[in-house]
């Protein structure tokens, strides 16, 4: 199977802070993620002045402030942006952010990310997905909050491309989202139904859900991180923390490993058990020359060497030719 593409989710848990962000990418990439991702947006063009927040942001950041200012608090500038992308070069990890509007959209533009990440906010944002889609560039879009006729409407606007730059992602866009809530078989369901690459981004507490849904045929997993669960900000209370990030990382190469080429035959670590763990047809006890064997003077024993106990009934009624000691392996 190819190696499943796991996005490290900086989101805004920068804060703002330009020297919080270098630090994010440093822990990506220690971590063993395939990208870092940041949110690019200006919020006089993403929000209007008096648009609330959502609950998580209340619990959060309070109520002192509108949604609005809190974006205006986590904007970094067009050349912090620049700059963080050429620092994440040398890390030798993608550098991916989500535009929010359409002029950060065009300022993506000149970067040379691999793929674009459409947020599921943006889902039904028909403008957007046309200029992104003009791009022809590979997509992975999530779909929190969405349903089944909405990704449909969505996909319908890539109908040029080929299936094969398309990555949908299962998403719920609660923060945290509770685990009853999570409905990890959609992500099956968006697959078969839609004939794309699938995958998910999670915003569950821990780091379980991810590894299931890689168990499950997640070709790209997307987590939020951040640099200290107990920083002030919006999304830190979802987030993983450094070692949970890494931890995340290394189980899921593990269960990728795991997951294999779906044929059924003996690994090459377990051939040498064959012998040891499977068993022979035996003597019971003393067996003279001319002897019959019954189910009475013969059993089955390991080492697995000898005659299968699957030929129990070809050996049976046989006469024996030699003399067989207990515990001697029969032979016809």
Known sequence: MNRVYIIAEAGVNHNGSYEIARKMIDEAAKAGADAVKFQTFKANRLVSRKAPKAKYQIDATGTCESQYMMLRRLELTENEFIDLAAYVSKVNIDFLSTPFDLESMD??????????????????????????????KPVILSTGMST?????????????????KITVLHCNTGY???????????????KT????????????????????????????????????????????????????????????????????SAQKKPAPSELMNIRVA??????????????????????????GDGISPMRWHEVLGKTAKRDFLTDEKIEL
């Open 278 to 303: 499977r068993k022979s047809i035996v003597a019971k006890h003393d067996i003279l020359k001319g002897d019959i064997f019954t189910g009475d003077n013969i059993t089955a024993k390991r080492p």
């Open 193 to 260: 139904h839609f004939g794309v690459n699938v995958g998910y981004s999670d915003h569950t507490l821990g780091i379980e859900i991810p590894i299931a849904a890689v168990a499950m045929g997640a070709t790209v997993i997307e987590k939020h991180f951040t640099l200290d669960r107990d920083m002030d900000g919006p999304d830190h209370k979802a987030s993983l923390q450094p070692d949970e990030l890494s931890a995340m990382v290394k189980a899921i190469r593990n269960v990728e490993k795991a997951l294999g």
């Open 176 to 190: 945290p989202t509770p685990y009853e809530d999570v409905n990890l078989r959609a992500m099956e369901t968006i």
């Open 107 to 136: 300022f993506l533009k000149t970067f040379n990310m691999p793929y674009w990440k459409i947020p599921s906010g943006e889902i039904t944002n028909k403008p957007y997905l046309m200029e992104i889609a003009a791009t022809n």
């Open 148 to 164: 089944m006729e909405e990704i449909q409407e969505a996909l319908d606007i890539f109908s040029e491309y080929d299936r094969n």
